[in-house]
């Protein structure tokens, strides 16, 4: 379609999972900026075009309030009714799995197979955090810096919709903690500090009774998303690997 993005899937069911996706958080109207689906036909969605950059190291104080506001929103929203360990139907029909589902046996797979260079944590305990994982519930979409695009403006807008689950709060900021600096290279940790401040102050304002995630619960985070990533880093989108650049 002239005049938008093709997106295109390996096929109609992976299209349909997308979309669904997308449809679910538009569906919250909360602080979300998402561009217009145009089209969804066979194997591919089309949305308007959006004008802007992806994300940068000094974006993620900005986007970790952004994450923030968005988890904070999906809570009050509907997700206080969700719980971690299962998937979780929203009243419109759509499944978001469970956080354990596919991570247990994934970081199992990828550390006993030797493809996480530098790894901190056992396969028994990986899964151990995942499993052990409880609290309030929020959502991961995959936050990496390639799946916002920053307007000329300042805004960040949402795109890519092909992952979506519940996670843990925090869990996402530390998906995007892990790739910038994978993508950009280290961060000083007071910026870690700051992003982290930003996060909790956004959840905050949307929900007081939401916990504060902690700087070590971040930590496991990313420890958790380096398992998962590091295959990804052998084909050039990580030019920085997490144990080389570790940022504490």
Not at 11 to 18: E, L, M, P, V
Not at 30 to 52: K, R, S
Not at 220 to 227: D, F, K, L, Y
Request: net charge positive; aromatic share 6%; charged share 15%.
């Amino acid at each position: 379609m002239s005049g938008g993005f093709l997106k295109h899937y390996p096929d109609a069911g992976a299209r349909q999972r997308a979309e669904a996706n997308y449809r679910w958080l538009a569906s919250l109207h909360g602080p979300a900026h998402l561009p217009e689906l145009l089209a969804a036909t066979g194997p591919d969605l089309c949305f308007e075009h959006i004008e802007g950059r992806h994300a940068l190291r000094h974006d993620l104080t900005r986007l970790a309030a952004h994450l923030g506001d968005l988890h904070g929103a999906a809570y009050t929203a509907e997700l206080h009714r969700a719980h971690l360990g299962q998937a979780h139907r929203s009243p419109s029909g759509h499944l978001l799995p469970g956080f354990p589902d596919r991570r247990l046996a994934a970081v199992a797979r990828e550390l006993n197979a030797g493809n996480v260079p530098g790894a901190t944590l056992t396969a028994a305990q990986a899964q151990h955090l995942i499993a052990a994982a409880d609290g309030p519930a929020a959502f991961y979409k995959d936050a990496n810096p390639r799946n916002f695009l920053i307007t000329p403006a300042g805004t960040p807008v949402t795109i890519d919709f092909d992952d979506l689950t519940l996670a843990p709060f925090g869990y996402d900021l530390a998906k995007l903690t892990l790739t910038l600096v994978m993508t950009h290279g280290p961060l000083p940790p007071p910026a870690i500090t700051q992003a982290l401040n930003a996060y909790n102050t956004a959840t905050s304002n949307r929900c007081r009774t939401l916990p504060a995630v902690t700087r070590n619960q971040l930590a496991n985070g990313t420890e958790i998303h380096h398992i998962l990533t590091s295959r990804y880093a052998a084909d050039g989108r990580y030019p920085h690997r997490w144990n080389k650049v570790r940022t504490g």
